[in-house]
C-alpha cells in the first residue's frame, strides 16, 4: 500500500522553528518527486517547496525562500521540512506528496499521492 505520513507539526511561537517529517512506504522513494503543500483556513492550497527524485533540484514559494529549506533521506524513506523563522502566515495544514516522475513541480495537480496532513500552529 502507498503511503505518505506527516509528522512534526504543532504549536510555536513567531521566530521558532519546526522540522516536518514525511515518512513513505510501499514505493521506493528515490524514484519520486516530493512537493511539500499547505491549506490555511478559507485559502485555497498553495506550493511550498519541492524536491526532485535524486534530491539535486529543489524549489520554494517566495513566501519561505530563505526560511525553508527540503531534503530527502531515501535510506529512511523520509522527506523532511525544515522551516526556521516561522510567521503567523505560516499557520496551515502542510501536507506532502509524491509523483513518480524525476521533476517535482509545485502544482498540486501533478501529484497523485497524499498524506494526511500535519497541523502547524504558528502563535504567541
Known amino acids: 500500500q502507498l503511503q505518505l505520513v506527516e509528522s512534526g507539526g504543532g504549536l510555536v511561537q513567531p521566530g521558532g522553528s519546526l522540522r516536518l517529517s514525511c515518512a513513505t512506504s510501499?514505493?521506493?522513494?528515490?524514484?519520486?518527486?516530493i512537493g511539500w503543500f499547505r491549506q490555511a483556513p478559507g485559502k485555497e492550497r498553495e506550493g511550498v517547496s519541492c524536491?526532485?527524485?535524486?534530491?539535486?533540484?529543489?524549489a520554494y514559494a517566495d513566501s519561505v525562500k530563505g526560511r525553508f529549506t527540503v531534503s530527502r533521506d531515501h535510506a529512511r524513506n523520509t522527506v523532511y521540512l525544515q522551516m526556521n523563522s516561522l510567521e503567523r502566515e505560516d499557520t496551515a495544514v502542510y501536507y506532502c506528496?509524491?509523483?513518480?516522475?524525476?521533476?517535482?513541480?509545485?502544482?498540486?495537480?501533478?501529484?497523485?499521492?497524499w498524506g494526511q496532513g500535519t497541523q502547524v500552529t504558528v502563535s504567541s
Open positions: 506528496a509524491a509523483r513518480s516522475i524525476t521533476r517535482c513541480t509545485m502544482s498540486a495537480a501533478g501529484y497523485d499521492l
Open positions: 510501499g514505493f521506493t522513494l528515490r524514484y519520486y518527486a
Open positions: 524536491v526532485s527524485s535524486s534530491g539535486r533540484d529543489t
